[in-house]
C-alpha cells in the first residue's frame, strides 16, 4: 500500500489534498481518479456558468506526479 | 428498553460475543437462529455487490437490534458485518417470538424499533438521493450524534467514529478520495475537526442548519396520548 494525493482543479479553484488516501497500486489510483471527477463535477458544475474543466493532478508520496486526468463541460446557447 | 424485557432476556441466558473489526455477522442468504443486539461498537448492514463495491445501508449502534427480521422473515438479504470492534448479545430466536407472544407492550417496543428503521432509512434515501458529498456526510454526522447521545454513547458535542473513510464511502455512496476531500471541506469551513477517531461538531446548530437537519424521523419521543 502506499498513499496518494489527489489534488483537484476546479477553474480558478484548486483544493489541496492534504491527507491523501493509500492504494494497492496504479491501476486503482487510476479507477479512483475516474470515480472523483464525476463526483467533482456533479457537485460542482451546478455553480454557474457554461464551461468547465476539472482536474485532477495525483502525486505520490515523494511529491511526484503520477496521474492526471480532465473531465470538461461546455455548454452552448443554440437559441435564447 | 424496559426492565421487564430485561429480566426475560437475562433469564434465558443470553450469548454475549466481542467481535473483532470486519467480523461478518450473518451473511445474505443466511437462516439465522439468534438475533443480535448491539451493546457496544458500530456495525451495520450491506449487501455487496458483484463488481466487489458495497453499499452500507444501515449503521446499528449500542440498543440497536441487527436483525429482528430473522425472528419473523425467512433467509437474511442482506448481510450485517462489525465497523469496531462490537459486543453484541445474541437472544435465540425462540426468546424473542416467545417475549412479544406474552407482553404485548415488548411487542409494541419491537415494533417501534422496526418503525424507526424504516424511518432512517427513507431519509437515507433521501440523503443519498437528493443531498451532495458535503451535506449528506454533515447529515449523518447530525443523526449519529442524536442516536449516540440517546445511547450515551456522544457527549454534547462529539463522539467517537471508529469508521474507516472506505467504509463512510460505502455508507454515503462515494469514492474513498471524495470522503477524503470532502472531509477536508467540512473541516475547513469549522463545521467538523478529528482528533484521532473522535469526531467533534464545534457549533451542533450550525452544522444541523447547514445539514437541513431534522430529528423527526428518530421518533426518540413516544406518542404523548398514549
Known sequence: MARYYFDVHDGGTHQRDDTGTEFEDLE?????????????????????GDRHTFMVLV?????????????????????? | MRAIEREDAMSSNPLVLKLQHGAHIIEEGDRPDDVHLVLDGFACRYKMMPNGSRQIMALLVPGDFCDLHVAIL??????????SPCTMVEIPRATILDMTDHHPRIARALWWASLVDEGVLREWIVNLGQRDAEHRMAHLFCELLVRLRAVGRADEAGYELPMTQAELGDVLAISNVHVNRTLQTLREAGLIAFKGQRLTIPDVERLKAYAEFTPNYLHLAEREDD
Open chain 1, 28 to 48: 486503482a489510483v487510476r479507477k479512483a481518479a475516474m470515480r472523483l471527477l464525476p463526483e467533482v463535477a456533479r457537485q460542482d458544475l451546478a455553480s454557474d
Open chain 2, 74 to 83: 425467512g433467509e437474511m438479504d442482506h448481510g450485517i458485518a462489525t465497523l
Open chain 1, 59 to 80: 502525486t505520490n508520496e515523494d511529491g511526484r506526479p503520477v496521474y492526471s486526468a480532465t473531465l470538461s463541460y461546455a455548454g452552448l446557447w443554440l437559441l435564447r
